[in-house]
């Protein structure tokens, strides 16, 4: 009797600790939606930038080269002929672009993209007032964007770093920046106590040449060309001799950056 | 064997007595070899860093499971824990089977029983009192309030069935330091220990003075530990030194008084001091952690013949808590700070009653909680400085009431026991955050409060005189911490991740069943057999936030996790336990341990480098942070009537493979550690207890320790350490 009741027991204790070991399984969401990916490219005059090269000659007739390239881009928009569109926020609405890492010149977006034809992409150069706030960016790379508190917080839109051939035949280098700006009081300038108000430099840019289709569990690869040449011509000229080698606290070249910025970018869908 | 024997013979034991034991001793020794193979086997088969590891820890565990409670209960007495090297309760703890835990640093191991952690425990001292963590890495736990040289006692109860100290949802451990007791005539007592051990050139000091007569008496005490960073085992010739010291001091101060005979009051002091203490796996370092805890407790006994006690306990602990990344690189361009105070204002009453067989437990507690604090950083970037001073927690208020019987009894061959349990919680924060994306609120109202009912029931059959069967059912539930609710964007985790709090969360329950097989034996000893399954509802897990909902604040981190509730896990596992008697002179004791835990649902974020890219749901997915299979085996020899004590130990833990598929947790190989000590009671006055962990210098780490920052590597454990304890009492 006594074994019965020990055997009743083991029993039990082993049904309480059974192992049956499940192993783990993964199962895709499956949804009517596809995916978007863009890859950054970055040429000049049409060929793929070479950096630390002094072989480009901007508008101004400026001799330069480059070697630092990084920026933003945020609130990717695409657009549908009928008015809807499908903003890219569902991981993440700011993305970082730097020529060094290669694994920011692609981004497979997160979002899950509903079926359809699609007019145009659209997006904002840099981060938008609401969200370039200073320390929302701690980690490497995007925290080396950081815009001093001074001249407005938050983050550079856009770092070019280069040298330019100054009327004298001199090298020098260039910080070709763009962020907030800053209005001072009377005629001075880099004095940060005389700033009485910030400026908003971000601005929106359509990409021409952006309609894409995405069919249900596609993948569509859109290349985005940045036009590095662009930045220095139309509808302004920008003078290196001019505005010389910084100009993040010069409100007026930055400006003029912004002006320049809304047709420096074009699109490649993949077909 | 001949060893053992001709030692026996210089010492000249008496040969009848050797006769008379020896086949006990026959007894004792095969079952020993057969455990030793089996954990050896495992851990070769298991070995973390290939070769023949072993490690041991020279531990002898008394575990006192077997006696009449349906559940689990071990306790470790003041004798046990002297004769253990020891520099952090937490890390101590981790000698128990399937207690294990989270090691940060070279001090500070938070303890984890059966995979359940953090306020899934109730980790009280001396019967009731509370300490809220002032850090939010918990670099604090409430195990490293106290020192292990001022502990009477360690009370180690499994499962949610001990409900009269709070909330009680995985597990209970009690710390119970020394108290004060009265004396027939005026006395005065000291004791003082020196310890000292190698790789980390730690030592640790300690002295006590008690004394008083029959009306006031007394209890003082310190303790000073100054450790230097350790390294860790032999790695392919090599080995590996960890940013790990520490240095902390503590005095306590007990006063007591006997009101009647049959009464007492007893007041107590104690501060804790920490400075300077590294936790290599954690962004920032203890800078200073200074602990304050006052208490008031009065015990009557004997009250009249149907009321035997009455215990009122009142009790304040404070906490600063200080941390900054000054000893890390980077900081010449970016500094962090964050200072948090936590307050723990509370008290309990019990009152415990007796008619014939039935005993009656009841009584309420409450505490309140309060924590606040904040981080400043500061960044050099071209030229300027930036400053952004946020608040980890703002006022942030927990107020908990709870009413609490318990009643034992027996009849018959059996012995019951139940216990009840209601808390009503309440939590607010001054936080003004808002975190609102397409409607969903993350963090918003602040405001929560929960009635929770814990019970628990169990029974042991008594089957004979040797062996007796016990079933224990419980459930318990917590409502969620400081940290749960209300933390705003620190890696609080494991993970890598910053963690935010979730002001709505849910409290959590867990329903468990504990089935128990005891058999004790004076000349066997004791063995005992326990498998557990929990049904856990509301689990609280974590799931990550997009970057487009919140961004992480802490320098190295992959993004930010909220605290969750999931719909349930369920842990099951089980535990072996043999302990020889005590009235022999070779003795030893066994124990193994494994826990095996699943979510049914979880989500896993599909990476593409560092890009999420997709997200798919794993099923039937393990649980992260459980500890793998281990089991430990200990054996000692009494020479010279117990004054000389030399013990070996092996501990063999197995790989763990059951790692989290959604969380990406990494396996962790197996290993095994051989520890060797020898004790040595000089004469009345004086001991020494000295050995070596590690013996092989082996290099490994625990499944549970963290990743060192900003790597994927994970801290090792110390290798190889001599150490040397001296003890004197007058």
New interface residues.
Partial sequence: MKNKQLLFLLFLLVVIINFSCKKPQENPLVAETGHISFKFTHVVDGLPLQIDTMKYVNAAGNPYSIYDLQYFISDVTLHKSDGTKKVISDWKDIDYIDIHIPSTLTWDVYDSIPVGTYDSISFTFGISGAKNKSFMFVNYPEVNMMWPDLLGGGYHYMMINGKWQDSINQIENFNFHLGIGQLYKGNATNCVDSIYAFVQNYFNVTLPNSSFTISEGSTRHVEIIMNVDSWFKTPHIYNHNYWGQNIMEIQPAMQMVKENGYDVFTAHVIQ | MFILQTMENIIKMKYKYLFKIFSYKQRVIKLMLGLFLLVTNLSFAYSQITKDTIKLTPVVILDNSVIKKSYLKSAILKVQIQNEEIRDVGDFLRILPNVSGVRKGGVSVDPVVRGFKFSQLNVVLDNGIKIENGCPNRMDPVSSHVEAEDIEKIEVIKGPFVLKYGPSFGGLINLITEEPHPYDKFEIHANALYGFETNWNGQKEHISINGGNKKIYFLASGNYKNYGNYKSGNLEGHDMTFSSSFKKNNFTGKLGFSIKPNQNIILSYTGINGKDVLYPALTMDEKSDDTRIVSADYKARDLSKFVKVLDIKVYQSNVDHVMDNSKRPGYST?QMIAEVNAVNTGGRAEITMQQTKHKILAGFDFENINKDGDRT?T?Q????T?T?KSNLWDNALIQNAGLFAEYNTFFSSFEFNAGIRGDFNKATSGDTLKIIKNDVNYFNAVNSQYMNLSASIGITKK??EYFN?SLALGRASRSPNMLERYIKLMAVGYDNFDYLGNPQLKPETNNE?D?T?KFSQDNTGSIY?N???SYVQNYITAERL???VV???????LGVKQFVNTDYVTF???EFGYTSPDNFSLGGSMVAAYT?A?IPEDT?YVL???????????????LSEIPPFEATICVYYKFMKGNLIPKISFRAVAEQR?TS?AFYEAHTPGFGILNLSLKYKVNKNAEINTGINNVFDRAYYEHLNRKIIGTTGKLYEPGRVFFINLFVNI
């Fill in positions: 970016k950083m960044m970037m071209m030229g300027t930036s952004k089957i004979n069967v069943a089935l097989l057999l498998g557990f399954y997009s970057p487009s961004m992480p604040q802490t320098q190295g981190v099951k596992g089980c095996y699943v896993k593409n480098g560092t890009q999420v890219t997709g997200e798919t749901i794993v099923t039937n997915d393990a059951h598929v």
